[in-house]
Structure formats: C-alpha cells, structure tokens
C-alpha cells in the first residue's frame, strides 16, 4: 500500500512539474497579452523600474540568469516595481527565487529581508532571509482581477536582498526546479527563447570583454579597417577601471621596444588617481565616448557571452545575452578575442588553460610554491566613508552574521582600498558569489562594530558613501598560448624574436595578511603584497593566442603566464597595450588570410613595425595621463624589495 502510495505521488508531482512547464509565459516588464494560461513568470532583472534595486550580472555562469539586488549600505532601497498582465482572474501563490546570502557562515535568519507587493498591498511573507542556498520562497498569496497588475519589491533592510525570478501560479503546492537543467529548461521557455530564433550578426572580428584590454583591442582593429563587436557585460566600460569598481590605471605604457603602444590609453585614460574614490574620478563618460566615437566597431552593452559553438578547432560564433531583457544574438566571425578576465569564450570553446599556482620545479620559480596549489589572487570589494552633513551621530544597524569584531580586531579605518580582498583559498569562478558576498558581510560587520560599539568614536559623523557589489578580481582562469611567460624569463630579461607589450609593474603577488589571517583564520579578508621590482620586460607575442583553438586571441589577466608571472602583466595599462597587440595581429589575420599563429609565423616584422607606430592618436594632441611617480622612482632599482607595510601604506598596489 505505501509503495502504491508513492508512485501516485510521484506520478502527481510529475504532472504538476509538466502543467507548470507548458503554461508558465514570461512578464518582461510588461507582459505579453497572447498568453492564454494563468501561470506568469517574472525575470527580476527585466523590471521596467529598478527603484534601488541593481542588476547583478556576474553570477550568470552559474545561475543561468542576472539577478537584482537591494544594495543600500544598510539602508532601505527604493521599490522595484513591474507591470504584469493577469490573463485569467482567480486566487494566485507567489513564489520568489532567492537566497540568504550571509548562509555560509552565518547558520540562522540572513540580513536581505524584503516583501512582494502586488498593486500596492504587501504579501504576508518576509523572504529572502531564510535557508542556505537559491530557493524558492512562498511570499503569499492574493486574488486578481484579470488584466493588468502592479508586482514590485520592497527591500526591508538594504543589505542586499536578490531576487532572480517571481512565479504567480493558482496551484497549491506547485513543483518549481530550483536548479540545473529543469530550471533552465523552466526559465527558456518563461522568456519565449524556445519561440524566437536569435538575431544573426557578422563581423570580422569580435571581443568579448569591454575592459581596458578589450577596448584597445577592438578600438585597434577598427583603426586597421575590421568590422568590430566588442561586449561587454555590463553598462559602463572599463572593467576594474569603471566606476562600478574604482581601481586605476596601474603600469606603464609607452615603453620598451615598441613604444608606440599604449599612446592610445591617453585617449580615455584618467587624469586623477587613486582606489575607491568618486565616481568620476574614472571617467566613464570618456571611455564610451572613445568606443563610440569609431565607426567601423558596433558596441554591445549590457551583453554576456553565454554560449560558443566551435568547429574544426575554431570558434564560429558566441551567444550573447542581455543582462536585462534576455535578447539573445549569434556573433559570427572568423576571429575573437577573450578579453574576459576570467577566460571564458576559451573555456566554452574547449581551450588550455591553468588555475592557480604551479609548482616550483616545474618552470624554475624560485616564486612559486614547492607544491602546486589552488591558491589565487583574490577579490576586492573596495569601499568609502562620508562625513555625514549637519549630523553629529548618525546611525547604522547592527550586523552581525558569523563574522565578529572587537577592539582588537576591527580595522579602525575610514576607507577600504585595494587590501579589502577576499577568496585567495577558493575558487574565483565556481565559488565567485560566496567571494564577493564576504567581501561585502565584512564591510559591514567592521562599519557596524566601529559605529555601534567604539566608545568617543571618530566614526560617529561618518557613514558609508560607497561600498562594491561588482567585485574587483585579479586572477582565475589564465589560458594557455604557444608560449607560457615564467619568473625566468622576467629575472634574465630574456630577448623572444616576438617581443611585444611591455610589463613595466613589479611581480606583485598578493597573499593573505598575516595578522589578519591570525585573528580570521581561514577567513582572510585583508591581503599583503612585496614589490619585487623589475626592468620593463617586453612579453612574447605567442602568449597571446591559444594554442588550440585557432582563431582565439586573449589579453587581459587571463594570458598565457604562470601565477608568478601574471603578478607583473595583470595591472590595466599593461593589459591596454597587450589588446592594441591582438588587435593589430587580428588585422593582420584578415590582410593575409591567416590565423593568429600564422602572424607569429610569417608577418612577424609587419606586426613590429605596427606595434613601434602604435594605433593610438598624434601624442603632442593628448594629455600625459601617467599620473604614477612612485613607480616611477621605483623602477630604476634593480631587484628592490619593498616591505608590505610600504606597499600597504600607497595607492599603486592593486
């Protein structure tokens, strides 16, 4: 009898899955009046008036979708609010996708509370504080009249409370998948992509990556006649350098054998420097106006790679999506570059590469640990105070969620800057979320315990300005070219045929702070880094090509370098001149008809007479934007070893 039992239920819930299945349809903002079942599915991310709330892209890999995001500083965000067409009239249960992001260290209810509303009436439900992963969550229940209705969300907190999707439905207990391949199946069809075929473009060549490297990338090949895509994942250019993460333009540019590269970077690049500072200080209006202001390149904002299709060793075209509506288009062309930082048009398409850090032996690193590991660089999450106007005692809520401070523990300091970095010990790719999230748990925990619990503080006239959601990341996937740059190479200044870029910064490896690694084992927040100093060193043109498939370029921190290595070539200057060099040899590849070796192999003079020019404008009409005298005083000095407290103690580290 209870075995009878259980296959009716199963049998019940297999039906109720496929009844959810064929009548789900997608509100995007306003919903589409053709449907004709009483199911609707809402993207939180499409919701035509985002309120407070911010769309969060960087998780896409893993979750298959953006997701929104009440980022307050610990307080209230204004309503999300979307407009949903009710085909059918009836008493309808609202479900909410999210998570309660302080879970993994923090066993009890999480910080990112907030209420659906519908046409104006809260739902009887909190959510998005409970459980220990993305789930569905009943927020209530209400009865609708059939026709148009309001849906928004009400942050209670501003600690960052997400919703990824909303599901009204007239079933009871209804079988919505949380993950994998039902829910993605589920969120196709809500969105109508299984109705609609993508939009198809072509181009010559195309950059995934709107970061300093994929801008000089896909700005370079314009110059040189190539029909150019360049996307890029979020609204605003410049990757690390946007205003979203606020580090400057680290490096030289201008130097070595082939001088004329980097001129361009004074095309965009900031006059005033320094880590987490004001929005305009990384001028993010004078990047797109770089992008823009070239007619043969077609700019796609707000587009993610999602998908590559590979033939006979090659790329023959990447799926990008909008981070907001959905929209899907093919890009085809017979040459790409991944200017992704994390490497991943390559890892779609079944490219080499490398995590972490490589033994000793294995390339000679005197730097490298004796075993190899999956230690990396980490991510930042940078932040700011205010001096709070004509208040002497502002307030903040309290927040506590696993991570606690004391007098002697709390960092009594009114900024975070690059230090600020999290995830050395885990995975930046698979684990990218929890990384960014302790980065943020730990800004607030430290700014609470200094607001609420110092005595005579200093800090009782100050508030948050601004803290990260997009975190700043140094180091994950680095795909792998002809040549793979090592420790050695820098140390003996070793001369390739193909010299290109020059890396001018010092071997810079961040690992854990040590005091704060005592007081937080395991749980570093903090980093520390030695400058060991270099000659600038011109880098190998076959480190910028993969060496298996065959029409994919790459510049940016995702290289072919070893973890040692990457510690020089990883700051953005340099990474802008590694794009001019891709996007030179990409206009060579079209001249000649050939691949990306094929330059290495056959046009390499052509390729050096290119790079000495440069593709930036005349410089006697641009302003010298190097704004690093530091550095500058620093590089002459062969093998120098600066202390991580100097090192801690500026503004150049990043």
Not at 366 to 380: C, H, K, Q, R
Not at 531 to 543: D, K
Not at 610 to 616: D, E, F, P, R, V
Request: charged share 25%; with cysteine.
């Amino acid at each position: 009898m209870a075995e009878s039992e259980n296959i009716m239920r199963i049998m019940t819930n297999t039906i109720v899955l496929l009844v959810v299945l064929l009548s789900t349809v997608v509100a995007k903002g306003s919903a589409s009046s053709e449907s004709v079942n009483p199911e609707m599915w809402i993207e939180a991310e499409s919701f035509a008036e985002k309120g407070g709330w911010v769309v969060d892209q960087q998780y896409m890999d893993l979750m298959g979708s953006p997701y929104i995001m009440a980022h307050g500083m610990g307080k209230p965000v204004q309503d999300a609010i979307a407009k949903v067409v009710v085909p059918d009239a009836g008493n309808y249960n609202v479900y909410v996708r999210t998570y309660n992001w302080t879970s993994p260290w923090h066993k009890g209810d999480g910080p990112g509370k907030f209420k659906v509303m519908v046409n104006g009436k809260a739902l009887q439900n909190v959510v998005g504080h409970k459980g220990n992963g993305w789930e569905w969550q009943k927020a209530g229940n209400v009865t609708l009249k059939r026709g148009e209705a309001t849906v928004a969300l009400h942050d209670l907190t501003g600690f960052n409370g997400r919703c990824d999707a909303i599901v009204l439905t007239k079933e009871k207990n209804p079988v919505l998948p949380n993950d994998g391949e039902a829910l993605k199946t589920l969120r196709r069809k809500a969105q109508g992509k299984d109705k609609v075929a993508p939009e198809i473009r072509e181009f010559d060549f195309v950059v995934i990556g709107g970061g300093i490297a994929g801008m000089c990338a896909a700005v370079t090949a314009a110059r040189n006649g190539l029909k150019t895509a360049l996307v890029n994942d979020r609204p605003v250019l410049g990757g690390n350098n946007s205003s979203d993460v606020r580090v400057h333009l680290g490096g030289y540019s201008e130097i070595g054998p082939n001088k004329g590269l980097g001129r361009m970077i004074r095309e965009f690049g900031h006059s005033r420097k320094g880590n987490a500072k004001p929005a305009e200080f990384y001028e993010d209006g004078k990047k797109e106006e770089f992008i823009k202001g070239e007619e043969n390149i077609t700019y796609f904002p707000s587009f993610r790679a999602t998908g590559v299709k590979s033939e006979n060793g090659k790329i023959s075209q990447v799926v990008v999506e909008n981070i907001e509506n959905a929209r899907e288009i093919i890009l085809r062309a017979p040459l790409f570059a991944d200017c992704t930082g994390d490497g991943t048009v390559g890892y779609l398409a079944g490219a080499d590469f490398r995590m972490g850090r490589e033994a000793r032996d294995e390339f000679g690193e005197s730097l490298a640990p004796e075993v190899a590991d999956s230690i990396v660089m980490g991510t930042s999450v940078q932040w700011y105070s205010i001096k709070d106007k004509g208040s002497k005692n502002s307030k903040f809520p309290e927040f506590r969620y696993g991570i606690n401070f004391n007098d002697s523990t709390c960092e009594r300091v009114k900024k975070g800057d690059w230090q600020w970095e999290t995830g050395m010990n885990r995975n930046q790719l698979t684990e990218a979320e929890r990384v960014r999230d302790y980065g943020l748990a730990v800004v607030y925990a430290n700014w609470s315990y200094l607001k609420n619990n110092l005595k005579d503080s200093e800090y009782a006239d100050r508030s948050l300005g601004w803290v990260a959601y997009i975190g700043g990341k140094r180091e994950s996937r680095r795909l792998l070219g002809d040549y793979i740059l090592k420790q050695d190479d820098i140390d003996k200044n070793v001369c390739h045929e193909d010299a290109s870029f020059a890396t001018s910064w010092s071997i810079d490896l961040h690992f854990p702070d040590t005091i704060n690694s005592r007081r937080f084992p395991d749980k570093e927040f903090k980093a520390q880094t030695v400058h060991r100093c270099i000659y600038p060193y011109a880098v190998p043109y076959r480190c910028l090509y993969s060496r298996n498939v065959d029409n994919l370029f790459m510049a940016g921190r995702d290289i072919s370098v070893t973890h040692v290595a990457l510690g020089t070539v990883r700051v953005m200057r340099t990474t802008g001149m590694m794009g001019e060099v891709v996007g030179m040899a990409a206009s060579l590849c079209h001249k000649h008809n050939v691949l990306p070796r094929g330059v290495y192999q056959k046009y390499l003079p052509e390729l050096k007479s290119m790079m000495q020019a440069g593709a930036g404008k005349d410089a006697s009409t641009l302003p010298d934007n190097q704004n690093f005298n530091r550095a500058k005083r620093l590089l002459p000095v062969s093998r120098a070893f600066l202390n991580s407290e100097t090192a801690g103690e500026t503004d150049i580290a990043e």
